[in-house]
């Protein structure tokens, strides 16, 4: 079943800007983290962000979580045309399922 | 090179017509499992694998077969393919269970006419 929710479904930006997108889920989580998808290609992981933290960093990249919402962001910063991509959340249950989202495409323009 | 591989990349078959897409990790990952990627759907997991001769279903089991008889391989077999088995499938490893980051293969793309 697909927990995670991605928003919005696509974002358009110009290099340099910032870029930030949502995922929210349903029920409780152990873990989430987020995978980014080159077109055509493998996940990538980025980031893994357990239920008890509530922010986590690395590079250009930022994820917050907030479990009393049940929602996480996104958020990478000083964009370039190389984060163009799909991004997707994960979310593991305590039952250690992993669900991801449909994901939010990316495109950062020059 | 620590990597998933997958093969074949790109497959077109027949309806029936049986199949096996194969899997191989070289990391040395206990938990491995298939993803099937459609248009609005995200990924869908098809079965997993915890450990060698332990396997078990994931969300979308029907029409799929798994065997893990050594702990690098996971190949998927399709025994009776059919249309709406059409699309981009993953494999994924990681070091014990599904609460690790998951190491994704290229992906094979399989259209069954």
């Known amino acids: 079943s697909q927990q995670g929710e991605e928003d919005p479904q696509a974002l358009s930006i110009q290099e340099g800007e910032n870029a930030t997108m949502n995922c929210s889920y349903k029920t409780s989580i152990n873990n989430l983290q987020w995978y980014r998808q080159n077109s055509g290609r493998g996940l990538v992981h980025l980031i893994l962000i357990r239920s008890n933290e509530r922010e986590k960093h690395s590079g250009r990249l930022r994820v917050t979580l907030d479990t009393s919402k049940k929602s996480s962001s996104l958020l990478i910063t000083a964009s370039r045309a190389a984060d163009t991509a799909s991004y997707f959340c994960a979310t593991l249950s305590n039952d250690y399922k992993l669900s991801f989202g449909a994901g939010t495409t990316v495109t950062v323009r020059a | 090179e620590a990597q998933v591989t997958q093969n074949p990349r790109y497959l077109i078959t027949v309806t029936g017509k049986k199949l096996t897409v194969t899997c191989s990790q070289n990391?040395?990952?206990?938990?491995m499992s298939w993803y099937r990627q459609d248009p609005g759907l995200g990924l869908r997991q098809i079965y997993y694998s915890m450990n060698v001769e332990v396997t078990d279903k994931g969300d979308v089991p029907e029409g799929y077969k798994v065997s893990r008889k050594e702990k690098r391989n996971f190949p998927l077999i399709l025994e009776s393919p059919s249309p709406n088995q059409t699309s981009l499938y993953f494999c994924?490893?990681?070091?014990?269970?599904?609460?690790?980051?998951?190491?994704f293969g290229p992906g094979t793309r399989l259209t069954v006419t």
């Open positions: 994924a490893s990681s070091l014990r269970h599904s609460s690790y980051e998951q190491y």
């Open positions: 990391m040395n990952h206990e938990y």
